[in-house]
Nanobody, 115 residues
Framework: QVQLVESGGDLVQPGGSLRLSCAASGSIVSIDGIGWYRQASGKQRELVAKISRGGNTNYATSVKGRFTISRDNAKNTVYLQMNSLKPEDTAVYYC?????????WGQGTQVTVSS
């Protein structure tokens, strides 16, 4: 079992920045990779960025060059640095961990980009 807790969501103006955090606990050693997903109102959940156990990263085309995923192994935490935010980035952001056959989700954190 893996538990995930997201934080850092907020209301920010267009062009602003936020850093989201995903703190993991439980069977940390079994985690193969962690991803950030988002779900805007009325839309399907989509992958934003992910980082593998080996440190490889992947990004959605819409966020490349603006968002950066990173991790601090000592703190069991994965971050999503979001810069140059746009209104279309508004969504609930979720952290997901894949560990063997299991897939675990956090409760989500709201990001609203608006003037």
């Amino acid at each position: 079992q893996v538990q995930l807790v997201e934080s850092g969501g907020d209301l920010v103006q267009p062009g602003g920045s936020l850093r989201l955090s995903c703190a993991a606990s439980g069977s940390i050693v079994s985690i193969d990779g962690i991803g950030w997903y988002r779900q805007a109102s009325g839309k399907q959940r989509e992958l934003v960025a992910k980082i593998s156990r080996g440190g490889n990263t992947n990004y959605a085309t819409s966020v490349k060059g603006r968002f950066t995923i990173s991790r601090d192994n000592a703190k069991n935490t994965v971050y999503l640095q979001m810069n140059s935010l746009k209104p279309e980035d508004t969504a609930v952001y979720y952290c997901n961990a894949v560990a063997g056959p299991g897939s675990y989700w956090g409760q989500g954190t709201q990001v609203t980009v608006s003037s």
